[in-house]
């Protein structure tokens, strides 16, 4: 007891009684029978009673807390019962587990505290991108965390890859299921306008919360069992960033660079929106924002022009001049649309990305990409002739070693061979299962040190199937969103595929850097053609499936992440069990405000992964009804013309992502430039030209990495770090005005 200063147990237990006080008043006005009135009262008793009384919670205990704050989340929101009372409540939850807790290093408190103040930057960066462009890039979190760090004590590489996990899983978590609500606000009222009314029904706070949570929570041990298998791989997005984790310490001149970008962006954004909310006009883009003074500009949509936004030029920037320019040169496709098909007409963005012929075009460039992917993985494989040949180096010691790498087992005792003989039998033993189960339970420290760390390939099925009860019980069978009811088969057949997609991703991922994963994508087919489930029904349950993937995957990049960087695989899981609990909370809100205002589908949030997405979910609903998609655009024009009008932008769309891929360029770039306002990619061309300036005068060193620039250079270059900061810091004033757009406007 005496460990935990009398003064902090004080502080607690005044800050429980406040508020177990306010609970009280509420009670006494006619609440006391309300369930999220109880649960307050309840919890703040207890709260006070621990302050006052109990040692210093462990890890254990910690876990409890985690579980409790869940267990009561998901309760009140599918009662309805989810209040300023029940936050109130799992704040003094959290708060009672930060004050009572003494982690161990590196997961240390300001460790903890800096992965959350840098997690609500990445995840806003990331929902923001999304939306934005399409295509995300979580920048800076370690130059972030090195900052804070920095000023909080001694910066050490340990404690910033605890931060690092918490920021990335977090943005990895919202990110995931994202296309579900974009998709459900654009579509919904395309397919029949009567269901408008249902969009603010269903895209609450409470919904998002349970989408991201659950997938999050279930899917992050999906792939653990082989985390071994992955851990071998290179995995080459988080080499670099595992060296620059490392070199930061010993730079610094970052701290002043990031933090000067930050203060420019940050003023020049504050001062954008002062001037949006004194004046009542609109600063998006050039020359739309010239309007008041010179009113021709008004005819020009914001979506055309040059973006008024220092980020997505700092993007331009991480993004690479080469493919900046072919993003570029997807939006003078899209812009040459609006010219010579639309007449130049002032359009909103929204209705300018529902014409056919982008679609189609996009859906061309998409086919190539995949059909590309599918050769590369059978230009892998060998065929007899190559084996034989590979398999005599082998024999003859002629093959290099570079890869090889050697694993010296400890011997066993004589009493484990018998166990060990039974391996096989007891993986399928069900009596080995409790038994395991019971280990677990009992101590889970002991149980994973004598596996050192490698957990069953059951508890990854085993967690799958809860996350099918649990869809289950909340989409089938409690219905707690209107006209939103999830098949249980759907559930049963489809969620497994989610294993498998998981894995052939996280090999590409771990092996190339790119995520390259269709096959979850593949349950939308059979789902639509054979089950007959509503829009929302599919997208929601197609996004719950990328959340668990994305859990999956943020878990096994961590784990490698910390292992170059000297950090426990147990402080990892930890870190990132974090990094999802703050995207549930922090993400739904983020979600939500930028659902509200500006709102999805236009020119601010033009969303081309959920207009994409949605159009595919409609396409084969109407497939499934013998109808061709698109079709419709067209009335005046017989349907066979039509389609055939049509497929020549999908051709002409699928062979120039084919030359593109036969130059080695990204033609995912293309898409995403035909999707994305021009006004956006005009706008990442300043952050590209800097980008070629730099190159040009500096020179651009390879790396052993997969061509990417020595990570020791990227953090000595002041351009890099001030445009991180620049990144940054619109980032921080657009999460103050999200925030106060849903807080303080009540929107």
């Known amino acids: 007891m005496n460990r935990i200063p009398r003064a902090t147990r004080s502080l607690l237990g005044g800050l429980f009684g406040a508020g177990l006080f306010y609970a009280l008043v509420v009670a006494a006005e006619g609440r006391l029978a309300d369930l999220d009135v109880l649960i307050a009262i309840a919890v703040e008793i207890v709260l006070i009673l621990g302050a006052i009384f109990r040692n210093p919670i462990d890890k254990k205990g910690l876990m409890y807390i985690s579980v409790g704050i869940l267990g009561i989340l998901l309760t009140t929101m599918l009662l309805g019962a989810f209040t300023e009372m029940v936050i109130m409540a799992i704040g003094g939850m959290a708060l009672y587990a930060f004050g009572m807790s003494e982690p161990k290093f590196p997961l240390t408190k300001r460790a903890m505290v800096t992965g959350i103040v840098v997690g609500t930057i990445i995840t806003f960066l990331g929902i923001y991108l999304n939306l934005k462009i399409g295509v995300v890039y979580f920048i800076g979190a370690e130059m972030l965390g090195a900052i804070i760090l920095g000023t909080m004590g001694r910066y050490t590489p340990e404690e910033n890859t605890i931060v690092v996990a918490i920021a990335n899983s977090s943005g990895l978590i919202s990110v995931g299921v994202l296309v579900t609500f974009p998709a459900i606000a654009i579509w919904l009222p395309t397919i029949d306008p009567a269901l408008t009314v249902l969009v603010d029904q269903i895209i609450t706070i409470p919904f998002i919360m349970i989408v991201i949570a659950v997938s999050g929570i279930f899917g992050i041990v999906l792939l653990l069992p082989w985390r071994d298998t992955f851990e071998q791989e290179r995995w080459p997005q988080v080499q670099p960033q595992a060296e620059t984790i490392l070199a930061l310490g010993s730079d610094p001149s970052s701290k002043k660079a990031v933090l000067t970008g930050m203060a420019a962006s940050g003023a020049w954004m504050g001062v954008t929106k002062i001037a949006e909310e004194v004046t009542g006009a609109s600063l998006e883009a050039l020359p739309n924002a010239l309007a008041p003074a010179i009113p021709a500009a008004g005819a020009v949509p914001e979506w055309i022009g040059v973006s008024n936004s220092p980020l997505i030029a700092g993007v331009g920037f991480f993004v690479g001049w080469r493919r900046v320019l072919i993003i570029t040169g997807g939006s003078v496709i899209s812009l040459l649309v609006w010219i010579l098909l639309e007449g130049a007409a002032p359009i909103q963005y929204g209705d300018h990305l529902h014409r056919a012929e982008i679609i189609y075009m996009v859906l061309g460039i998409f086919a190539a990409v995949i059909v590309k992917d599918i050769l590369s993985s059978r230009d892998d494989e060998l065929n007899p002739d190559e084996f034989s040949r590979l398999l005599e180096k082998k024999i003859d010691g002629t093959e290099e070693k570079e890869d090889s790498q050697f694993l010296i087992d400890r011997p066993h005792k004589t009493g484990e061979i018998p166990r060990l003989m039974r391996v096989k039998e007891e993986i399928f033993s069900i009596e080995m299962m409790k038994e395991e189960i019971r280990e677990i339970v009992e101590n889970p420290r002991a149980y994973l040190r004598s596996r050192r760390g490698q957990l069953p390939a059951w508890v990854a099925f085993a967690s799958l199937g809860l996350f099918i009860l649990t869809g289950i019980i909340i989409f089938w069978f409690l219905t707690p969103f209107p006209q939103l009811r999830i098949s249980w088969l759907l559930f049963v057949l489809g969620s497994p595929l989610a294993m498998v997609s998981a894995y052939f991703t996280a090999r590409a991922m771990c092996e190339t850097g790119m995520i390259a994963g269709y096959i979850s994508d593949i349950v939308a087919i059979p789902a639509i053609l054979f089950f007959r489930v509503t829009f929302q029904a599919i997208t929601t349950f197609m996004a719950m499936l990328g959340g668990l993937q994305d859990a999956a995957l943020a878990l096994l990049m961590h784990l490698k992440l910390g292992r170059l960087t000297g950090v426990r695989g147990r402080d990892i899981v930890k870190a990132v069990f974090i990094g999802i609990i703050l995207g549930s909370l922090f993400?739904?809100?983020?979600?939500?405000?930028?659902?509200?205002?500006?709102?999805?589908?236009?020119?601010?949030?033009?969303?081309?992964?959920?207009?994409?997405?949605?159009?595919?979910?409609?396409?084969?609903?109407?497939?499934?009804?013998?109808?061709?998609?698109?079709?419709?655009?067209?009335?005046?024009?017989?349907?066979?013309?039509?389609?055939?009008?049509?497929?020549?932008?999908?051709?002409?769309?699928?062979?120039?992502?084919?030359?593109?891929?036969?130059?080695?360029?990204?033609?995912?770039?293309?898409?995403?430039?035909?999707?994305?306002?021009?006004?956006?990619?005009?706008?990442?061309?300043?952050?590209?030209?800097?980008?070629?300036?730099?190159?040009?005068?500096?020179?651009?060193?390879?790396?052993?990495?997969?061509?990417?620039?020595?990570?020791?250079?990227?953090?000595?270059?002041?351009?890099?770090?001030?445009?991180?900061?620049?990144?940054?810091?619109?980032?921080?004033?657009?999460?103050?005005?999200?925030?106060?757009?849903?807080?303080?406007?009540?929107?």
């Open 587 to 747: 993400g739904s809100v983020v979600t939500y405000g930028l659902f509200k205002n500006p709102g999805f589908g236009g020119s601010k949030l033009p969303s081309p992964a959920a207009q994409l997405f949605g159009f595919l979910v409609i396409s084969l609903t109407q497939l499934g009804e013998f109808q061709l998609p698109g079709i419709g655009d067209l009335p005046e024009v017989h349907p066979i013309l039509a389609f055939l009008y049509l497929l020549i932008f999908a051709i002409a769309g699928f062979l120039a992502a084919r030359e593109l891929g036969k130059r080695g360029y990204s033609a995912i770039s293309l898409g995403v430039g035909v999707l994305i306002p021009p006004a956006t990619a005009a706008t990442m061309l300043f952050g590209a030209y800097i980008k070629y300036r730099t190159e040009k005068r500096y020179g651009s060193v390879a790396s052993p990495i997969d061509g990417c620039e020595p990570p020791i250079e990227q953090v000595r270059s002041r351009v890099t770090q001030v445009l991180s900061g620049v990144v940054a810091g619109e980032a921080v004033i657009t999460i103050v005005w999200v925030i106060w757009s849903v807080l303080l406007r009540g929107i």
